[in-house]
């Protein structure tokens, strides 16, 4: 015969007595405290997925989920304002919307501003104020000034946009 809390008539006997009956509602107490407490982490984390979730759709939707390039401290300081920037962003994107590349129109927007090249600097101004676009497909997806030389043009011509503005893509 077994002896001790190893015996079930021990248990059963020690179960039976109001100190037993304590232990046992205060052992039944403790699990469902464990478990709430689980629940409310995973709530928790639930929540926590939810509204990262939603944050990241509102910033997609705001800012086109566009990120500005910072412009290079060891290259010369742009040449192009932020004016310039814009108007040349939006001349760039009026050649290359619609029918035709429009890359002869690209090219001569991207080779000179107040008759000196563009540097490196002020392409990267002209990129950021371009920032990301639609196409010319509805419901396609918005593109950046890089993406869209990519989509819209041919190797040979991405070659002669590398030769003017050098060292960005």
């Given at each position: 015969m077994?002896?001790?809390l190893?015996?079930?008539?021990?248990?059963a006997?020690?179960?039976a007595?109001?100190?037993g009956?304590?232990a046992?509602?205060?052992?039944?107490?403790?699990?469902?405290?464990?478990v709430?407490?689980?629940l409310?982490?995973v709530?928790?984390?639930?929540?926590?997925?939810?509204?990262g979730?939603?944050?990241?759709?509102?910033?997609t939707?705001?800012?086109?989920?566009?990120?500005?390039v910072?412009?290079?401290?060891?290259y010369?300081?742009?040449n192009?304002?932020?004016?310039?920037a814009?108007a040349?962003?939006?001349?760039i994107?009026k050649a290359?919307y619609?029918?035709?590349?429009g890359?002869?129109m690209v090219?001569?927007?991207l080779?000179?501003?107040?008759?000196?090249r563009?540097?490196?600097?002020?392409f990267?101004r002209?990129y950021?104020?371009?920032g990301?676009?639609n196409?010319?497909?509805?419901f396609s997806?918005?593109m950046?000034?890089?993406?869209w030389?990519?989509?819209q043009f041919?190797?040979?011509?991405l070659?002669?946009?590398r030769?003017?503005?050098?060292?960005?893509?």
């Open positions: 077994k002896q001790g190893n015996n079930p008539a021990v248990i006997a020690a179960a007595t109001p100190t009956q304590k046992i509602t205060k052992s039944i107490d403790t699990a469902n405290n464990a709430s407490g689980t409310s982490i709530k928790g984390v639930l929540g926590i997925a939810f509204f979730g939603v944050g990241y759709i509102a910033y939707k705001i800012f086109n989920g566009f990120v500005s910072k412009e290079d401290t060891q010369t300081p742009s192009v304002s932020t004016g310039v814009k040349k962003a939006e001349a994107y290359m619609g029918a035709g590349n890359f002869a090219k001569a927007i080779q000179y501003v107040n008759g000196e563009i540097n490196h600097n002020g990267i002209v950021n104020a371009f990301k676009r196409g010319v497909v509805p997806t918005k950046t000034l890089t993406e030389f990519n989509d041919s190797e040979s011509e070659l002669e946009l030769l003017i503005i050098k060292d960005f893509f």
